[in-house]
């Protein structure tokens, strides 16, 4: 057996403050379960030469597993431990775009990037198939997309993405970002607006895209899409096919500064109402075996309210080591936690 040690992002502690070391023993368990069959050992944190670490132990680790350990997202660097000497294994994370696509927007509410990069990653290791979250197959849905963080990790991923967001500056915002920055970037594409009305409801505002990362890629098809809505996320339903996701990823409103709008309710404290309505929504988009994954604030709904939530709609909730352990303070207000969950795959119509 070998040592492993994963240096973490010193940019997570902004994040986390202390949970960054911690989350990350959580995603790297998580990682175990779902992808790579349960070959680490002794996940543990470790602070070596000053600077924090996790530890792990494995026998050799092939490019596949590399590759999966790449996409933990506080991974800033791995070693392999050779007597008191650290040897580099090279992280292979995937990188379709800069990351300047993540973090060149900033706004009030915004989901931060490596949080977002976890949730996407719990989300769709929970997957039936966690193994193609590295194949750029997917389609990511959310929901309550804001200015688009979640959209973006999956455009970086090689994904396609949809989001729906009820606040239209939010959307209009998401948009002409991203038709800037693709030109910016120089990189082929096409971006539209339009207005689509469906069954006499008011009509809604629409930006689909179309992009690749490369000249070759284009050239070749190799396209990725993504679409933007201006719409209640309880009539995603009418507006994004039944089955066509794979997984839906949202960051729910915290019930402080930014309230779950409920269309009849108005302004509602915690998200919990919206979610009850919204969830059995989501699953219909899912495809079998399609995963969802929502953070929220615990400080105005309690994991077993979410929990039943979904488990009512028909989804087995995820309760390994790792899935039950994200939970994390943000500051006074926000005491943040994750839950996933699957679309069994054999669910009938
Ligand atoms: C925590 S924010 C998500 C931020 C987003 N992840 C980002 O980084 O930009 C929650 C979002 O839910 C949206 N929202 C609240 N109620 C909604 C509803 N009924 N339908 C659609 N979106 C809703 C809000 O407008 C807000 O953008």
Redesign the pocket.
């Known amino acids: 057996m070998a040592r492993y040690a994963l240096l973490v992002q010193p940019s997570a502690n902004r994040v986390y403050a202390q949970a960054s070391v911690g989350l990350t023993v959580a995603e790297l368990q998580i990682v175990d379960e779902r992808a790579l069959g349960g070959v680490l050992a002794d996940i543990a944190e470790e602070t070596i030469g000053g600077a924090r670490y996790v530890t792990f132990e494995a026998d050799a680790l092939d490019d596949r597993a590399v590759a999966h350990l790449s996409q933990v997202s506080t991974a800033f660097a791995l070693f392999e431990v050779v007597g008191d000497l650290l040897r580099p294994v090279t992280l292979t994370p995937l990188a379709a775009y800069d990351d300047d696509l993540l973090t060149v927007l900033k706004?009030a509410?915004?989901?931060n990037e490596t949080f977002?990069h976890l949730l996407l990653h719990a989300t769709l290791l929970f997957r039936e198939r966690p193994g193609e979250l590295l194949d750029g197959s997917l389609r990511v849905l959310?929901?309550?997309?804001?200015?688009?963080?979640?959209l973006n990790q999956a455009l970086r991923w090689g994904h396609d993405a949809v989001g729906?967001?009820?606040?239209r500056k939010?959307v209009e915002a998401?948009a002409s970002f991203l038709g800037r920055w693709l030109k910016d970037k120089r990189l082929k594409h096409t971006i539209a607006t339009t207005r689509v009305r469906h069954e006499g409801q008011r009509p809604t505002r629409r930006t689909d895209a179309t992009l690749a990362p490369t000249k070759a890629d284009w050239a070749a098809g190799r396209t990725q899409q993504v679409t933007i809505l201006h719409?209640?996320?309880?009539r995603a339903g009418e507006l994004v096919k039944r089955r066509s996701v794979d997984a839906v990823v949202?960051?729910?409103?915290?019930g402080v500064q930014?309230?779950?709008?409920?269309?009849e309710h108005g302004l509602a404290r915690g998200p919990l109402e919206?979610l009850a309505e919204?969830v059995p929504v989501w699953v219909e988009l899912l495809r079998p075996g399609g995963a969802l994954g929502i953070a929220w604030n615990t400080r105005v709904a309690p994991r077993e309210d979410l929990t039943a939530l979904l488990e009512k709609a028909g989804l087995e909730v995820a309760d390994g080591a790792g899935y039950t352990s994200l939970r994390h303070r943000v500051d006074s207000s926000i005491l943040r936690d994750v839950v996933v969950a699957r679309r069994p795959a054999g669910a009938a119509t």
Do not use: E, N, V
């Open positions: 706004y509410g915004k989901t977002t959310d929901p309550m997309c804001g200015r688009g963080t979640t729906l967001d009820l606040d939010d998401y719409a209640d996320t309880l949202t960051d729910a409103p915290y930014h309230g779950s709008r409920h269309p919206l919204a």
